[in-house]
C-alpha cells in the first residue's frame, strides 16, 4: 500500500470555522491531489499540486485553498466553513511516467468532515 | 470536457457467479487511460484495474478483467467467481493522458452486493 495518511480521520466543526486537513506521503511522489467525494457525485477534484508550492485549481475549488511546503504534506484549509463543505475527503498521490508507463493515483483512507 | 457515464446504481450477484459493471465515456481524446476503483465499506478506495487507450489488449488483473471497446468508448468491468469480499461500490474513471497528473474524471459508481 503506498503510504499516504491523512488526518484527522473525522472532524466535526460548526459553520464559519476555520478547517485544515493534511494528507502525508512517504513516496517521494510529485503530484498529490484533494478530491471530495458526495452521494450521488462520485469523486471530484478540489485542488492539486505537482511540486512544492506548485498548485493548481480542480473542479470544485470554490472556499477551499492548498499549501504545499515540502514534498510529503499537503495541506487543504476551509478558511470558513460552511455545511455544503460536509463531505469526505480524499487525498491521492502519483507520479506520472513511472517505468512502465503508469499514472495511477493512489489515495489516502479518507476524512469524514462534518460542518454544523 | 470528459464525462464518465454509470448506468448501474446497484447491483447484485451470488458468490461464484459472474457480473459485469458497465462505464461509458464521452471525450475527444485519442490518448488516454481508464481505471476502475473499488471501495469497499472501510471507504479505502482501491485500484482494481488499468487500461490504455492505445492497447488494443484487454486488461486483466486475477479475477477481475475489461471489455475495452474504444470506438464506443465503452469500458465495462468483469468480476468473475465473484467473491463475498467484493462486496463494494466501484468506481470507473478517466485521465487524458496529455493531462496526466491533472485530474481523475470518476462516474457516480455501481453499489455491487454479494451475497452467499
Known amino acids: 500500500d503506498a503510504g499516504i495518511t491523512q488526518s484527522p480521520r473525522h472532524k466535526v466543526t460548526e459553520t464559519g470555522t476555520p478547517v485544515t486537513l493534511r494528507c502525508h506521503q512517504t513516496e517521494n511522489h510529485r503530484y498529490m491531489y484533494w478530491y471530495r467525494q458526495d452521494p450521488g457525485h462520485g469523486l471530484r477534484l478540489i485542488h492539486y499540486?505537482?511540486?512544492?508550492?506548485?498548485?493548481d485549481k480542480g473542479e470544485v475549488s470554490d472556499g477551499y485553498s492548498v499549501s504545499r511546503s515540502k514534498t510529503e504534506d499537503f495541506l487543504l484549509t476551509l478558511e470558513s466553513a460552511t455545511s455544503s463543505q460536509t463531505s469526505v475527503y480524499f487525498c491521492?498521490?502519483?507520479?506520472?511516467?513511472?517505468?512502465?508507463?503508469?499514472?495511477?493515483?493512489?489515495f489516502g483512507p479518507g476524512t469524514r468532515l462534518t460542518v454544523t | 470536457a470528459q464525462t464518465v457515464t454509470q448506468s448501474q446504481p446497484e447491483m447484485s450477484v451470488q458468490e461464484a457467479e459472474t457480473v459485469t459493471l458497465s462505464c461509458t465515456y464521452d471525450?475527444?481524446?485519442?490518448?488516454?487511460?481508464l481505471f476502475w476503483y473499488k471501495q469497499p465499506p472501510s471507504r479505502q478506495m482501491i485500484l482494481v484495474i488499468r487500461?490504455?487507450?492505445?492497447?488494443?489488449q484487454n486488461a486483466t488483473e486475477n479475477r477481475f478483467s475489461v471489455n475495452f471497446q474504444k470506438a464506443a468508448k465503452s469500458f465495462s468491468l468483469k468480476i468473475s467467481d465473484s467473491q463475498l469480499g467484493d462486496t463494494a461500490m466501484y468506481f470507473c474513471?478517466?485521465?487524458?493522458?496529455?493531462?496526466?497528473?491533472?485530474?481523475?474524471?470518476f462516474g457516480k459508481g455501481t453499489t455491487l452486493s454479494v451475497s452467499s
Open positions: 487500461q490504455e487507450a492505445y492497447k488494443q
Open positions: 491521492a498521490i502519483s507520479e506520472p511516467g513511472l517505468a512502465g508507463d503508469k499514472y495511477e493515483q493512489y
Open positions: 471525450t475527444s481524446e485519442n490518448n488516454y487511460y
Open positions: 499540486s505537482y511540486g512544492v508550492k506548485d498548485t
Open positions: 474513471a478517466f485521465m487524458a493522458r496529455h493531462q496526466a497528473g491533472t485530474a481523475l474524471i
